[in-house]
């Protein structure tokens, strides 16, 4: 969930390590710090609580420079948000490292090396990495074997980048459960954990592999396996663009990207479609023979993925094929029933969750028919261990809070239930015709944006919600009650509406919001019936329906009318007016809308 940037340049360093940091904010963090090797050959380091820009007041303060450097941006997992926990973490003024992840047995390690001498001076299970360094390094190691050596006793995740003062040509970088990359440049090259970090510098980049150690010196970089043989990887050139990372005349990343969904709708459609079939070959090579073998699903995900795979069990299962979706910090650890010809399919934005990472690493070991990744960073790891893909063509989204990304997942699942109904013989050229027009549907969508912000101006002064829905818009009722509080902290939670008699309608008075979903579909009248007992007992309604349904006007009830939106284009359409509702109350509270508090983007840590 931090960031990493390092590198080793002819240049000064510091300006680059602190433009990847900014760079980084979006993956969420309390802490920066920086490290670099002074032209005298003195470790000069630098930490301060909260944000990036408040290093970079105190680098003004107090300025560092030097060619070779490592830098962090730190989200607490073992010890508190502090200056002294914060990274890089040093080791006898002579050796700084930085690290993401956690290392499962630093309570050990942290024994051994107090026995041995070493004072602590952080709670992070980090400092026991740079200690066992340094430890290495006195025995008369290079860097590059003390590295070698001291992973061998780690256990857990980590990606990390060293630097010690006494080897002032080289910087040393090892992967092992958390992602990390190096930057390839003209006589300097870097480490990130995320190529966004580098695009000023650099498109050209080599992505770490299990294990893996890279050695860099300004004049090339070398990689080592686990087993401490050289390897090659391949290098590979980014197609994103330095300049995605800004919001242009949007207030917040988060209204950036609720906007520019028109767009990645249509790049996701973009290619697939031909005629009256969506291509098989979009999501490999190999899915013409593996797509038409499947008999079931499973979906592994996490958070607002989870979410889209709720709602293509609906579709998928519409089919009358079986289709389980499962959390993937819970499916890592029950044992599971495989059926047969079953189909693998894990979603992520990042590619980099470490527990949808993990169910697929398992998945892998399990009789499944294939495995299938839906994500928008093709260079992450899910999308390279998986045997087939889907990218959503999202771009860079840069708000915690997922919105793009969501969409697209969603109308990637609907490719997905539409290839898998040709083969079934039971396509329907209906439903192509209408995805073509989803990115003009989702433009009206937009036009409403000034009548959402009235309801969120009934909304700011309230403690908590309940989110509204059924059949398939029950998972977008969820993921409407998960952006209310992950970004204005107001206490939400969804339901499907016919559960409300066996508990939540105990809840419900005049201070308690009902935010509902009422689609054209054959659930309506049910719904109805739903939201009068919501009345009944003197709740406030906030109603989002279809144009062609027709909303009695009544006391205590606010109905918005959307677009008349297609029974399987629904969830995808409904999901926007309950991204603005969030975004629009955030906004009226004052809160971080972009990074909201105790959250990061990309959760790569259990």
């Given at each position: 969930?931090?960031?990493?940037?390092?590198?080793?340049?002819?240049?000064?360093?510091?300006p680059i390590l602190l433009e990847g940091l900014r760079r980084l904010e979006y993956r969420g963090y309390d802490s920066a710090g920086i490290a670099v090797l002074s032209p005298s050959g003195t470790l000069r380091r630098l930490r301060t609580l909260g944000k990036v820009q408040q290093l970079a007041d105190a680098l003004e303060k107090e300025p560092i420079s030097g060619k070779l450097g490592i830098a962090h941006t730190r989200w607490a997992t073992h010890g508190k948000p502090a200056e002294h926990n914060a990274h890089p973490q040093i080791c006898a003024d002579r050796c700084a490292l930085v690290h993401n992840g956690i290392i499962e047995?630093?309570?050990?390690?942290?024994?051994?090396?107090?026995?041995?001498?070493?004072r602590f001076t952080s709670n992070t299970d980090t400092e026991v990495i740079v200690h066992g360094i340094y430890d290495q390094l006195c025995r008369g190691k290079h860097l590059l074997e003390a590295v070698q050596t001291t992973v061998q006793q780690l256990q857990g995740a980590y990606a990390f980048g060293v630097i010690d003062a006494q080897h002032p040509d080289c910087l040393v970088a090892a992967r092992q459960g958390s992602p990390l990359v190096i930057g390839l440049g003209f006589g300097e090259h870097f480490i990130a954990s995320d190529v966004f970090a580098l695009l000023p510098v650099t498109q050209r980049f080599l992505f770490l592999e299990e294990g893996d150690i890279a050695l860099l010196h300004r004049d090339g970089v070398r990689l080592y396996d686990a087993q401490g043989h050289p390897v090659q990887r391949p290098i590979r050139e980014s197609q994103q663009l330095a300049t995605a990372a800004e919001r242009g005349p949007y207030r917040h990343f988060m209204q950036k990207e609720i906007f520019e969904q028109p767009r990645a709708v249509s790049d996701v459609l973009e290619g697939r479609l031909s005629g009256n079939r969506v291509l098989p070959e979009a999501f490999g090579k190999d899915a013409p023979a593996v797509l038409p073998a499947v008999r079931?699903?499973?979906?592994?995900?996490?958070?607002?993925?989870?979410?889209?795979?709720?709602v293509a069990r609906y579709w998928i299962e519409s089919l009358g094929m079986p289709c389980d979706v499962e959390i993937a910090s819970e499916y890592r650890y029950r044992p599971v029933v495989v059926p047969d010809q079953c189909l693998f399919l894990s979603l992520s934005q990042s590619g980099e969750t470490a527990d949808t990472l993990a169910a697929l690493r398992r998945a892998k070991q399990l009789p499944y028919l294939a495995t299938l990744s839906i994500c928008n960073v093709p260079e992450s790891s899910l999308v390279r261990e998986s045997d087939l893909v889907l990218l959503t063509h999202a771009g860079p989204e840069i708000g915690v809070a997922s919105t793009k990304a969501f969409t697209t997942q969603l109308v990637a699942l609907r490719l997905l239930t539409q290839v898998l109904a040709q083969y079934r013989g039971d396509a329907s050229q209906g439903t192509l015709d209408r995805l073509r027009t989803l990115p003009r549907k989702l433009?009206?969508?937009?036009?409403?944006?000034?009548?959402?912000?009235?309801?969120?101006?009934?909304?700011?002064?309230?403690?908590?919600?309940?989110?509204?829905?059924r059949g398939e818009f029950y998972p977008i009722a969820l993921e409407g009650a998960l952006k209310l509080k992950e970004i204005s902290y107001i206490h939400a939670e969804a339901y499907p509406a016919g559960e409300l008699k066996h508990g939540p309608l105990a809840l419900i008075d005049e201070s308690m919001p009902v935010i509902a979903v009422a689609p054209d579909n054959a659930l309506l009248d049910k719904l109805r019936a739903n939201l009068e007992e919501v009345r009944a007992r003197g709740g406030e309604l906030f109603l989002f329906a279809d144009d062609a349904v027709e909303i009695p006007r009544q006391p205590s009830l606010r109905v918005l009318q959307l677009p008349h939106a297609a029974p399987e284009l629904g969830p995808i359409l409904f999901t926007l007016p309950l991204q603005l509702l969030a975004y629009h109350?955030?906004?009226?509270?004052?809160?971080?809308?972009?990074?909201?508090?105790?959250?990061?983007?990309?959760?790569?840590?259990?």
């Open positions: 969930m931090c960031g990493i940037v390092g590198g080793i340049a002819q240049r000064d360093i510091t047995n630093h309570e050990r390690l942290r024994e051994q090396q107090r026995a041995a001498g070493h079931a699903i499973k979906i592994v995900a996490c958070g607002t993925s989870y979410h889209a795979g709720l433009e009206a969508l937009l036009a409403l944006d000034g009548a959402i912000a009235a309801f969120a101006e009934a909304l700011v002064e309230k403690e908590h919600a309940l989110f509204l829905g109350v955030a906004v009226l509270k004052g809160t971080d809308v972009d990074q909201p508090r105790n959250l990061a983007k990309s959760v790569t840590v259990e």
